[in-house]
C-alpha cells in the first residue's frame, strides 16, 4: 500500500516554522459562516518571497506579513488540491516576521474542520453546537496553518460565541468580555502543541465538574444528559491519576475536558484538555449501563487520556509513526483499566479484543508492515487501521515483555521525560528503553532495537511448525497467511520469545531469531508452546501433541488464554483450510466445551463463523448441534439471570449465549427473550447485560411488526447505549422484505450519519441477509459517496461488509463494479483489496471442506 506517487509537494518544507498563533474565530449560529483573525509569529531561515502554508476550505480576505519593522501586503495564491496556500512578497522576509491572516470559513457538517451538530432541544427544537475534529490534517480547514505534527506552537484563542452558550478550548478560560448579543471568551495560552490537537466547542451544554488536587475535571454534553456524565468523569479522574503514577509524569494541563458529541465520525479524539466522544462512547451511568458498555466507555477515555502524554506533550516527529501514538494508546488503555478495575479482567479480554484483532488483520497478503511512508492526508488517512492500533499494541506488549515491565515502565518516563512539548521518532523510544535496560540487563539492551524494528519492517507474522520426535521438538518457522498456509518460507525469520511448559512445570523460555531450531526436551509431559500467548505467532502441532494439549484443556490444566491461542490457531488453519472445519469441531466438542475465558469467547464466535459460511450446506446440522450444546452448558452453568458477584466475563457471556439459543431455535430462549421483551415494551426495566440478546432474539424470530415495535423504540429513544443497542437488532431480521425495509430504515432521516452503517453491517454477518447486502451496496454507492466521502473512515465501513460473503459471482461482481470507479479514498481502495482476498479465503474455505466444485 500508499506511497507510489512521492508528493513532495504536499510538504511544508523547513524553511519557515510558526512560534505561536493568535487567533480570535467569530462565529455565526444563523449562517454557520465563520470569521477569523489570526497573526503567527514565525521564524524563516532563509530569506524568501513566498511563504507556504496549508489551509483548505477556507477564504483569505487578506494577509500582510511583517518583518523587522517593516509590513507587506501578501498575493494570495491557493493550492486547492495541495490543501495550501502561497503568501508572497515583493520583499524577501527571514528572521522572526509576523504573518497576520483575515480568512472566512464555513461550519460544515460533514464531521470535520470546524464542523456544526445538531440535536433537538428540550423545546422540542433543532439546535447546534459547534465543534472540531482536526486529526490528522483537518486544522487547515479551520484556519491557515502550518499543519504538520512537528510544527509546534503556543496558541492564544479566543472565541466569540452567542452569549448564551459557552466556549471551550483546550486551556481553561482567562476572560470574557460581553459584545451586544454575543461575547468574546479569551482563553489562556496553550503550551507548545501540534495543530492537529487543537480544539474549538461552542454550545449550550450541560456539565458535570469535579475537581481533583490542582485538577479539574469537566464532562459536557447536550441538554439532559447529565446524569449520564458522572460515570466518565469519576473514570477519567481515576485514569489520570494513574497515569501520573505509572508515568510518573503529571497530567500538563490544568484542566482535563471530555465532551460528548451528538455527530461524531470516529469513537473519540484526544485534543489536548479537550477531548471528544461519540456520544455512545462516553455516556453511560453505574446502574444502567452493560457492563461491556461500561468497559467500552472506560476504555475509550483511558484511550484518549494515554495520549494526552504519548502523542499530545510528546508528539510524533511524522506521521508514519501514527502507530507509536495508536499502539501505545491501545496497550495503556487495557492497563490503566485492568489497575483501576481489576475485577472485569481486561488483561484477559486484550486478548480476544487487541492480540485477536492483529492476528487476523495481519495475516493478509494485503497486510503491511507497522511502519511505512506517508506523505498526503490520503496517505495518512490509510494508516488508522488494526495494524497501526491491534498489531502496533501487541508489539508493546511483546517488547514489555522482552525488556521487562520495570525497565519498559522506566524507559517510557524517560523518553516522555527528554521530548515533552517536542516531538520524537520511534528510534528515541528504543533508545529510552535500552539505556533503562543497561543497568540489569546489558546484553538484553543491545538487542531492544533489532528486535522492534524487525517487528515493525517485516510484514505478517510468523506460525512455529512444531513437530515431536521423541524427546526433541523439530521447530520451524514461516510467515502465517491464511489464504496460502502452506506459505513460504520466510527470508528473514521474525524473533520470539519461545515460552513454553513440559506437562504443566513452570515455565521456560528460549530465543528463536532462525527459521528451524531443535528444542530438546527434559520430560515426555504435554509441551504447549506460546505459553501465556504474549508473543504475535501461531502455531501449528503434530496430532499426537494437539490431542494431548486438547486433554489438558478438557482437565482444567490449560487456562483460559492458553487454551484461547490454541483454539485460535487451530481454528485459523480450518478457516484457511489447512485442516478440515470438521477437525476443528471434532476438537472443540471433545475437549473445549467447558472452556474458560477467554477461550469460551472464541470458541462462540467461531462457531457463528462456521454457520454462516455453511449455511446453505449438510454440515449445518452439525455445527447447530455443536452451538445448541455448547449455549445450553453455558447457561446450566451460568443460569438465565445475573447473580450477585458474579465474573464479568460470564455475564457477557450468558448475553451471547442467549441470544445463541436465540438464534439456533431453543424454546427456552425464545420465550424468555419475549417474555422480557413484553416488559421492556411496557416500559419495565430489564438487565442491561442481556438486551441485546433479547432484541437479537425478537428481530430474529419476527416480521414486520416486530420492525414496527422496534423502530417506536428507536425512534423516542433518547439514551445513546438503548439506541445503540437496538439500532443493532435490526441487522437480526430474516425476511426478505423487512431486511431491505431495515435497509432502508438505515439511511433515513431518524438515522444519524455517524450511525448508518451500523445496520447494514449486522446485516452483512447474518446469514439469511447476507445475499442481500451486494446489491443494495452497488444500488446505493451513488448515495453513500455523496454523503460519506468526506474527511471520514465511514465509507470503508461498507466495503468492509463485502467480507462475509463466499460465493465466486460475488467476488467477481465486486471487483467489476469498482474497477470502473475512479478516484477512490486509499481507505477505501484498501479495504477493497482486503475485501477480496476474505472473500477468496471464504471460497478456498468451502472448497477445502468439498463444499463446492
Ligand atoms: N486519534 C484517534 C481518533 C482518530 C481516528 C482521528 C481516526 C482521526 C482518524 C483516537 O485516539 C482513537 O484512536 N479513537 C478510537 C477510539 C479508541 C477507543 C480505539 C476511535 O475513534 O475508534
Ligand atoms: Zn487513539
Known amino acids: 500500500m500508499v506511497a507510489k506517487s512521492r508528493d513532495s509537494n504536499s510538504r511544508l518544507g523547513d524553511n519557515a516554522a510558526p512560534i505561536s498563533y493568535k487567533i480570535k474565530f467569530v462565529t455565526d449560529f444563523e449562517t454557520f459562516k465563520f470569521l477569523g483573525d489570526e497573526e503567527i509569529q514565525i521564524s524563516i531561515k532563509k530569506g524568501t518571497k513566498s511563504i507556504k502554508l496549508n489551509s483548505n476550505n477556507l477564504k483569505l480576505l487578506g494577509a500582510t506579513v511583517t518583518s523587522k519593522g517593516k509590513s507587506q501586503e501578501c498575493k494570495i495564491t491557493y493550492d486547492e488540491k495541495g490543501k495550501a496556500v502561497s503568501l508572497a512578497v515583493k520583499t524577501p522576509v527571514s528572521g522572526a516576521c509576523a504573518l497576520s491572516i483575515k480568512f472566512s470559513g464555513i461550519n460544515n457538517d460533514d464531521m470535520y474542520g470546524f464542523y456544526r451538530s445538531e440535536y433537538k432541544g428540550k423545546d422540542g427544537k433543532t439546535k447546534y453546537l459547534l465543534t472540531t475534529q482536526f486529526e490528522p490534517a483537518d486544522a487547515r480547514a479551520a484556519f491557515p496553518c502550518f499543519d504538520e505534527p512537528a510544527f509546534k506552537a503556543k496558541f492564544d484563542i479566543t472565541l466569540v460565541v452567542p452569549k448564551e452558550m459557552q466556549a471551550i478550548s483546550n486551556m481553561p478560560i482567562k476572560s470574557v468580555k460581553a459584545m451586544g448579543r454575543n461575547k468574546e471568551v479569551e482563553f489562556y495560552t496553550t503550551p507548545k502543541m501540534s495543530s492537529y490537537l ?24 447536550t441538554p439532559g444528559k447529565a446524569p449520564l456524565c458522572r460515570m466518565a468523569l469519576s473514570y477519567a479522574k481515576k485514569f489520570v491519576a494513574f497515569y501520573e503514577k505509572y508515568f510518573g509524569i503529571n497530567y500538563p494541563l490544568p484542566k482535563v475536558d471530555l465532551i460528548a458529541i451528538p455527530d461524531f465520525a470516529a469513537g473519540a479524539m484526544e485534543n489536548w484538555g479537550a477531548i471528544t466522544f461519540r456520544e455512545v462512547a462516553i455516556l453511560g451511568s453505574e446502574k444502567g449501563s452493560a457492563i461491556s458498555a461500561k468497559q467500552q466507555i472506560a476504555i475509550t477515555i483511558a484511550h484518549e487520556l494515554a495520549h494526552q502524554w504519548f502523542g499530545d506533550l510528546v508528539t510524533m516527529e511524522w506521521w508514519n509513526d501514527l502507530w507509536l501514538n495508536e499502539s501505545f494508546a491501545t496497550f495503556m488503555s487495557y492497563r490503566s483499566v485492568n489497575a483501576v478495575f481489576p475485577k472485569w479482567k481486561m488483561d484477559k479480554q486484550y486478548f480476544d479484543e487487541v492480540i485477536a484483532t492483529a492476528f487476523s488483520a495481519d495475516a493478509l497478503k494485503t ?15 490509510e494508516i488508522f487501521d488494526e495494524i497501526s492500533y491491534e498489531k ?9 515483555d522482552y525488556s521487562t515491565p520495570k525497565v519498559f515502565r522506566e524507559g517510557l518516563h524517560n523518553y516522555l521525560r527528554q521530548h515533552s512539548y517536542s516531538n520524537a521518532t520511534k528510534y528515541d523510544l528504543w533508545g529510552a528503553i535500552r539505556d533503562a535496560a543497561k543497568k540489569s540487563s546489558p546484553q538484553r539492551a543491545s538487542q531492544i532495537k533489532a528486535f522492534a524494528d524487525k517487528w515493525l519492517d517485516y ?20 510467515r502465517f497467511v491464511v489464504s496460502n498456509i502452506s506459505g513460504s518460507n520466510p527470508s528473514k525469520p ?19 531469531d532462525k527459521s528451524e531450531m531443535d528444542l530438546k526436551l527434559r520430560t515426555s509431559g504435554m509441551v504447549k508452546l506460546n505459553y501465556g500467548q504474549d508473543y504475535l505467532y501461531r502455531v501449528k502441532y503434530d496430532s499426537d501433541t494437539l490431542q494431548g494439549i486438547g486433554s489438558a484443556i478438557k482437565a482444567g490444566k490449560i487456562n483460559g488464554v492458553d487454551a484461547w491461542g490454541v483454539e485460535d490457531d487451530l481454528f485459523t488453519l480450518a478457516r484457511g483450510g489447512a485442516i478440515k472445519a470438521n477437525e476443528y469441531m471434532k476438537f472443540i466438542g471433545d475437549y473445549c466445551m467447558d472452556a474458560d475465558y477467554p477461550a469460551n469467547i472464541g470458541i462462540n464466535w467461531h462457531l457463528f463463523w462456521l454457520e454462516s459460511k455453511l449455511y446453505d450446506t449438510d454440515m449445518l446440522g452439525g455445527i447447530k448441534q455443536l452451538e445448541l450444546e455448547f449455549g445450553r452448558r453455558t447457561i446450566e452453568r451460568l443460569g438465565w439471570a445475573k447473580r450477585a458477584n458474579e465474573e464479568n466475563t460470564d ?57 414496527r415495535a422496534l423502530s417506536g423504540l428507536y425512534l423516542k429513544e433518547s439514551n445513546p447505549e438503548e439506541k445503540r443497542r437496538l439500532l443493532q437488532a435490526f441487522g437480526s431480521f430474516t425476511s426478505e422484505s423487512v431486511i431491505k425495509e431495515a435497509l432502508a430504515f438505515s439511511m433515513s432521516k431518524g438515522v444519524r450519519l455517524q450511525d448508518s452503517f451500523v445496520i447494514p453491517t449486522v446485516l452483512s454477518s447474518n446469514p439469511k441477509a447476507l445475499e442481500y447486502i451486494p446489491a443494495w451496496t452497488y444500488s446505493q454507492w451513488k448515495t453513500l459517496m455523496e454523503r460519506y466521502d468526506i474527511g471520514t473512515h465511514m465509507l470503508q465501513r461498507f466495503v468492509d461488509n463485502f467480507s462475509s460473503c463466499y460465493k465466486i459471482s460475488d467476488y467477481n461482481k465486486l471487483k467489476a463494479f469498482f474497477s470502473k470507479k475512479q478516484n477512490l479514498r486509499g481507505d477505501v481502495k484498501k479495504s477493497l483489496a482486503q475485501a477480496l482476498e476474505k472473500i477468496e479465503t471464504n471460497i478456498k474455505f468451502r472448497k477445502a471442506n468439498s463444499l463446492d466444485a
Do not use: C
Open 198 to 221: 487543537l480544539y474549538l466547542g461552542v454550545g449550550q451544554f450541560d456539565k458535570v465538574s469535579s475537581a481533583s488536587g490542582r485538577l479539574k475535571f469537566n464532562v459536557y454534553a
Open 367 to 381: 497486510t503491511h508492515p507497522i511502519s511505512v511512508d506517508v506523505h498526503t492526508p490520503e496517505e495518512i488517512n
Open 392 to 400: 502496533g499494541g501487541t508489539v508493546l506488549h511483546m517488547l514489555e
Open 459 to 478: 510484514t505478517g507474522y510468523p506460525i512455529v511448525i512444531s513437530q515431536r520426535i521423541g524427546s526433541t521438538l523439530k521447530l520451524r518457522q514461516v
Open 494 to 512: 521474525w524473533p520470539i520469545m519461545l515460552k513454553y511448559t513440559e506437562g504443566g512445570s513452570d515455565p521456560e523460555a528460549v530465543f528463536m
Open 651 to 707: 455475564t457477557m457471556l450468558r448475553g451471547l449465549a442467549i441470544e445463541a439459543l436465540g438464534r439456533l431455535g431453543d424454546g427456552k430462549a425464545i420465550s424468555f427473550a419475549k417474555e422480557k421483551m413484553e416488559q421492556r415494551i411496557s416500559g419495565n426495566e430489564i438487565d442491561p447485560n442481556i438486551r441485546s440478546a433479547v432484541y437479537y432474539t425478537y428481530a430474529w424470530n419476527g416480521g414486520s411488526a416486530e420492525f
